[in-house]
């Protein structure tokens, strides 16, 4: 039984001269994308339990008690969220820490370079996707450039890195490494 040929998405310019120059890039899955945003919460989630720990020691050397909970929709927890994501995208030129791991990129359909207004402006778009029950994030399967909400307000797309160069093997490389090191022996 053959299976069907993967369709891969890639982006349609609609107007500038930037969007010309983006024309055919790969786009990143949303299985990508999603990786991508749950390690990056994994992530935000350890650093505010770990800024925790000493409202914690402290509290508890009062009360005797000492209890650990990280509310997300709360003081620094929240604020959080839309710091990491855009000071890190920023310095990260449209990468964060998850989006470097499963190899995908945020990149401006406007301005070559990613700035930090971008960054943060798509960080706070992502409260604008979360509305509605994430209806937001699920726009990704009915856009044309798999934009989610936070993408067309920061006016973004997130594309899919190539592989390293070094990783890539041309045809003489494949043909030596397929040859013997060794003559047989008799």
């Known amino acids: 039984m053959c299976a069907a040929p993967i369709k891969t998405k890639v982006f349609r310019p609609t107007d500038t001269a930037r969007r010309h120059a983006l024309e055919g890039v790969v786009l990143a899955s949303f299985s ?3 990786a991508a945003f749950l390690i990056d919460f994994v992530f935000i989630a350890l650093l505010v339990g770990v800024a925790s720990i000493p409202s914690v020691i402290t509290e508890g050397a009062k009360t005797g008690h000492y209890d650990l909970h990280i509310n997300p929709f709360h003081g620094w927890a ?6 990491y994501f855009g000071l890190v995208t920023y310095w990260g030129k449209g990468r964060s820490i998850g989006k470097r791991l499963v190899r995908i990129r945020v990149v401006s359909l406007s301005h070559e370079h990613f700035s930090l207004w971008h960054s943060i402006e798509r960080s706070l778009g992502y409260g604008a996707s979360a509305l509605e029950g994430g209806f937001g994030f699920l ?3 009915i856009h044309p450039n798999r934009q989610t909400v936070h993408d067309r ?6 594309i899919a890195e190539p592989k390293p160069a070094d990783a890539q093997t041309e ?4 043909a030596e490494a397929a ?8």
């Open 153 to 158: 307000i920061a006016e973004t797309i997130v």
């Open 32 to 34: 990508q994308r999603l």
């Open 139 to 141: 726009q990704y399967f």
């Open 78 to 83: 929240l604020l959080s969220l839309p710091l």
């Open 179 to 186: 040859a013997p090191s060794e003559p047989p022996r008799p």
């Open 171 to 174: 045809p003489s490389a494949v």
